[in-house]
């Protein structure tokens, strides 16, 4: 490896590449960093040499033959949630998608590869990834010696305690004022010569409430003036920021740039595909520096690919995993639940591996914490590519209510579930299937 790097051998890579001379160029170039070294020539045999072999990092190009690369992709992440996926492609419409798509990619290199580039991302990856083999010099590393004798900690002699807590300091002065008080009072009754007139006490000036009104005092929001400095630095320093939306539970993240901010309002220049999900979304979110501001959409300039937003404010922003990936169903998906005896069916909005939420124009009597029974009903991708059909299949799984909604006339009810251990594998690659189906549409709609 280039700029004096070490070979690594205790981590395996795998090359997945149609273009039989660069995959040999690369995989030439691999062999000297790495003594494991994969090689695929289409996303099927990527996703098989991944599953037998499980390979640390998975190198590969997007024009993938026999299986789609982004198919491959969610698979491989699927069986294995922490391989470092690189993709080296040529500029195409998968490649601007994928640099919006969050899919947990390590880096994306553009065609022809820079290996300077490639070797420095491959150094980041080695130096995260923990090592498979100890060195000998950590496992003779001598212990940490613990001094055998701690100082004693001081404790306070708790009769000195007692008496000062007891001590009656306030006393005495209120005491003193009393009887001088009192003495006082004596006086002016005994002495008859010297009276003292008694003070008349004015009379409360009356204001009339028309000419004088009690001034307003003006509250300032402190997340409101927080949001405006955050902004105000972004757009002086020229920040880069993360734009973050969701296209039916997909994330898609990219960069941006606020260029203005006047009147509360802010104009942020965007990708096309960033464009595309807030139209769809309505609102975005907007990463600065560690921290999350929501913002709704008000206008859409689509000639400069500019968004102007409106209402920020502070959010505490954290980014499910994979697991927790909410998708929203497709019209397929049917859910029903069982308690007390009774059997009913409902709406579901979104799914992930653990969560279903779901809506109903019912008032039902449903507490959190209840326990229910569920049946989860989808259509299925044929197990064969060559056979386009679809089959409707079941599922069972007990849940707990975690969280009612009322929002208006709807009810939302999040349930966690546990699928039966018969339906987890038809049902994880439902959530695969739907994923895909989700990007796939995402392209179609970007293209259109």
């Known amino acids: 490896m280039k700029n004096g790097t070490k070979r690594t ?11 039989t001379t660069l995959q040999k160029e690369i995989s030439t170039h691999l062999k000297k960093i790495f003594s494991k070294v994969y090689q695929a020539f289409d996303g099927l045999e990527g996703l098989i040499l991944s599953k037998k072999n499980k390979p640390d990092i998975v190198l590969t190009d997007l024009n993938l033959s026999k299986k789609n690369a982004f198919e491959m992709i969610v698979d491989i992440q699927d069986f294995d949630s922490k391989v470092s996926i690189i993709v080296l492609s040529d500029k195409n419409d998968d490649f601007e998608l994928l640099e919006t798509l969050d899919l947990g990619i390590v880096a994306l290199f553009q065609k022809p590869l820079n290996l ?11 130096l995260l990834k923990p090592n498979k083999i100890i060195p000998p010099k950590v496992i003779q590393s001598k212990p940490i010696q613990i001094p055998k004798a701690m ?12 008496k000062i807590v007891q001590q009656p300091i306030r006393i005495e002065p209120i ?42 005092v003006k509250t300032v929001d402190p997340d409101y003036t927080q949001c405006n400095e955050i902004i105000s630095s972004a757009v002086e320093n020229k920040l880069d920021i993360s734009c973050i939306n969701s296209y039916k539970g997909l994330i898609i993240s990219n960069t941006g740039e606020i260029i203005k901010f006047d ?9 096309k595909t960033q464009l595309f999900s807030i139209i769809h979304e309505k609102k975005i979110v907007l990463g600065i520096r ?60 979104d ?3 653990n969560f279903i939420a779901l ?24 197990p064969s590519s060559l056979v386009n059909e679809k089959k409707f299949t079941k599922v069972f799984a007990t849940g707990i209510i975690k969280r009612i909604q009322n929002n208006g006339n709807k009810q939302k009810i999040i349930i966690e579930h546990k699928i039966q251990r018969s339906g987890q594998n038809v049902y994880k690659k439902y959530l695969q299937q739907r994923e895909i189906d989700i990007i796939n549409e995402f392209k179609m709609k970007m293209k259109s």
């Open 351 to 353: 799914v992930s591996y």
């Open 151 to 162: 100082p004693k900690p001081v404790v306070l002699n708790p009769i000195q305690t007692k």
């Open 9 to 19: 051998s205790d981590l395996s890579v795998l090359y997945v590449e149609n273009d």
């Open 359 to 382: 809506e109903t124009t019912e008032q039902l009597d449903l507490q959190k914490n209840t326990s229910i029974e569920l049946t989860l009903g989808f259509e299925l991708n044929a």
């Open 290 to 349: 560690n921290q999350y501001i929501l913002a709704k959409l008000l206008r859409v300039d689509k000639k400069n690919n500019q968004i102007i937003l409106k209402t920020p404010q502070l959010i505490q922003y954290k980014q499910r995993d994979n697991k927790n990936k909410r998708i929203t169903v497709d019209k397929s998906f049917k859910t029903t639940i069982g308690y007390d005896n009774t059997q009913i069916e409902l709406s579901p909005c």
């Open 263 to 271: 009147n509360k309002l802010i104009t942020v220049k965007v990708t």
């Open 116 to 126: 300077t580039n490639l070797n420095r991302a491959l150094q980041k990856v080695i």
């Open 175 to 216: 005491v003193r004022k009393e009887i001088q008080k009192k003495h006082i009072k004596k006086e002016v009754v005994k002495d008859k010569s010297t009276p003292i007139k008694p003070t008349i006490k004015e009379k409360p000036v009356k204001v009339n409430p028309i000419k004088k009104k009690p001034i307003k």
